[in-house]
């Protein structure tokens, strides 16, 4: 059990923003919503996940719908109560505790403002450990944990609450309100008891969001080589391209940011070319034709001289980036894992190799 | 107090589907699915509005969705249960009874099978006194009353409850939903006490089906002039035209059927067109370019030998068909109801005038 202020704020912000591996939303965004929340409640609480009891009801929060319009909408400040409303009065018991559903700019920042304007602590653990486009990609759905019933609010003051036969039912259903209220909303669904978040959920990523945070902030006075290679080494990072964005193909369908980036290499890439295909989160990175990364590994773009996070959606011609890989969460490496998160769901005509495997000939 | 039986359901569907104006869906569907209940549980008990206690809970039973869709998908026996048990729970005590909320060959129907599958009266009550495409057109919003919490099924076993800032909100994010379910669910909505039921109901409705239903199926017996003037009397219908189907216009657009009957004259007709416009019930009837009834009067086709009305989704080419205006339901001729349903919410650039007054000129 540990405090969560406005420093800690800042650098979970940061790491999460990273492991949202191009999605999960503007973290600035996020930043501000969590940082209001605490100063106007004061700092939250982080439990470790082994500190909450077994029966103990533990609900995610998160927002769902398009990053793009998360930040052209404001987020409300009684959505949370609203959603614990619903929540405990279908489960008849109080909610224990707040977690974040996925790693990510807006997501990892929510749970945190829900946690400090309602009292309530926050544990360290997510059902990602990194951030997806889809509700029914969480390890809690490896596991048979049902989204739903899952609550549903806009600004506005629009609710509902959703019963539904699949997880994938779910996607289907809320993505549909989420798109008639606008294009972005208030959820909490996976409610679950502490010994189920125990076991199926991604411990400890909080903490990891924050150390990665304040380790990029300090990359340039920690490194005994190149920032560069120190980024890598604290990210424990591929370095798979280093280029310049010479075009971003984007559209906002379906509720998604669906899109693609074209890199110019530049420095020791010079010459060679590649893209970054994404659906809010980067799927694939080809290099010169060859597939060097794909889904569930995470597919990050930083500034080359800040090593900042650039998510999909704030990809702009001209912009200098760093494509890093990173290896998921070993769930995801499950045949199970990847039926929900692999590159066939996604439309990606490829077998999953790891990253690391991808990568063995030496590249980058 | 009265029981309907089969031989009841047959007449209220056939007067239904007159009343649905083109939409409400097909009375085959329909009658088959209460008839089915009926047969296994016994006939219902038809209440009068008046004979419900001031306090007693009333829910209106329906179907949401594109007509088209309705007779291609299962209406299961089990989603009256379902929105039985999400209503009572939510309100803390039992339904009384159920209601249909707008007549047609569907809707009529529905609420007579979800009464007979759970033992539970009906009252002879609806909110619209004909069919409208989008769940805010009823009395009881001009009444305040709140169309949520709404409770909605799918066939699948998928729910969700919703509870919105307007009316106008249930409808979007419902019928979001009902397009994600595959365009047409059962729904529950518009939950009222005795006595607001019966401030702003149309009473008497079922009745006044049955009635219309009977009277059609006796017209060649009863007439003493040509079976059509007998057909304009009881149903006290203005006659608009008279013609052969020369085209169908049709789409399926955002859970609607939308579109366009044109018609040749014939007989007396002969030389003359005209055309219907639709979105899922008739909009408008316009005769060698002159309006003659726009909504909220109803506008009926029916078989120029049998009287048995043609749902818009059932227009076919070369069918023969006699166009009726029906006075509508006098609430919705107010301010207040053609804000709602006036021509001017549906895109028609006009002002409502009365059926009556449109076809002062001795027309027809």
Redesign the interface.
């Known amino acids: 059990m540990r405090k969560i202020g406005i420093a800690e704020i800042e650098d979970i912000a940061l790491g999460a923003a990273l492991l949202g591996a191009g999605g999960g939303g503007d973290p600035y965004v996020g930043k501000l919503v969590a940082i209001g929340a605490v100063q106007q409640h004061g700092p939250v609480t982080l439990l470790e996940p082994d500190e909450v009891p077994d029966d103990a009801l533990v609900v995610p929060i998160a927002m769902m719908g398009a990053p793009t319009i998360l930040g052209e909408k404001a987020v409300g400040g009684g959505e949370y109560q609203t959603l614990y409303d619903a929540v405990s009065s279908f489960y008849g018991k109080p909610i224990y505790a707040f977690m974040p559903i996925e790693a990510g700019g807006v997501n990892s920042m929510l749970p945190i403002a829900a946690a400090a304007r309602l009292g309530l602590p926050l544990v360290d653990v997510d059902g990602m450990g990194r951030a997806f486009p889809e509700l029914q990609m969480v390890t809690f759905t490896i596991g048979g944990g049902s989204a739903t019933p899952m609550a549903l609010v806009d600004e506005?003051?629009?609710?509902?609450?959703?019963?539904?036969?699949t997880n994938k039912?779910t996607e289907?259903?809320a993505?549909?309100?989420t798109?008639?209220?606008g294009g972005s909303v208030s959820v909490s669904l996976y409610a679950m008891e502490g010994a189920f978040m125990k076991r199926y959920g991604v411990k400890g990523i909080v903490t990891r969001s924050q150390m990665l945070g304040s380790a990029i902030r300090k990359v340039k006075e920690t490194s005994q080589g190149t920032p560069e290679e120190e980024f890598l080494r604290i990210t424990e990072g591929f370095k798979l391209f280093r280029g310049k964005i010479g075009d971003v193909l984007r559209e906002v369908r379906g509720g998604f940011n669906f899109g693609k980036v074209l890199l110019e290499g530049i420095s020791e890439y010079k010459g060679r070319q590649a893209y970054v295909e994404f659906q809010n989160e980067n799927l694939t990175v080809t290099v010169d034709g060859e597939l060097l990364c794909t889904t569930p590994d995470l597919i990050c773009l930083v500034d080359t001289e800040t090593f900042t996070p650039v998510p999909t959606d704030a990809l702009k011609y001209g912009k200098r980036v760093l494509v890093v890989g990173l290896k998921c969460f070993p769930l995801w490496r499950t045949k199970e894992g990847l039926d929900l998160v692999g590159p066939r769901y996604f439309g990606v005509d490829t077998d999953y190799i790891p990253l690391e495997e991808r990568c063995k000939g030496g590249r980058g």
Chains 1, 2 share one sequence.
């Open positions: 506005k003051g629009n609710s509902c609450i959703f019963r539904t036969i039912w289907e259903l993505r549909a309100v798109m008639a209220c």
